[in-house]
């Protein structure tokens, strides 16, 4: 299993980026698929995650209205769209791949047993 985040970058406050995780090696269309980050310091945090037919996002309070998360099942790829960046969105994002399972929240590091190695995303003020 591989998934291959790209995509992060040196943006304004207030700008807007797009990163993207490709996945392989999984049933993709089956997995949740979750986006967290890491600033540093802190612990890594839910930020948005989305079924696996795609019609159902979940993000972060944080971050509602502000990102957008999406799927393309045909080309195993799902992408966060960020705007209305703020400093505090500074971190490294990890998209993250889980199997549907009871008692997963969908919004904890623990559910999800993929990960890929992130891309930094820094918002200069």
């Known amino acids: 299993v591989q998934l291959q985040a790209s995509g992060g970058g040196l943006v304004q406050a207030g700008g807007s980026l797009r990163v993207s995780c490709a996945a392989s090696?999984?049933?993709?269309?089956?997995?949740?698929m979750g986006w967290f980050r890491q600033a540093p310091g802190k612990e890594r945090e839910f930020v948005a995650t989305?079924?696996?037919?795609?019609?159902?996002?979940y993000y972060a309070d944080s971050v509602k209205g502000r990102f957008t998360i999406s799927r393309d099942n045909a080309k195993n790829t799902v992408l966060l769209q960020v705007n209305s960046l703020k400093f505090e969105d500074t971190a490294v994002y990890y998209c993250?791949?889980?199997?549907?399972?009871?008692?997963?929240?969908?919004?904890?590091?623990?559910?999800?047993?993929?990960w890929g190695q992130g891309t930094q995303v820094t918002v200069s003020s």
């Open positions: 993250a791949a889980t199997i549907t399972g009871w008692g997963k929240t969908y919004r904890e590091p623990r559910d999800y047993g993929y």
């Open positions: 989305i079924t696996g037919s795609g019609l159902t996002p």
């Open positions: 090696g999984i049933m993709f269309s089956r997995y949740y």
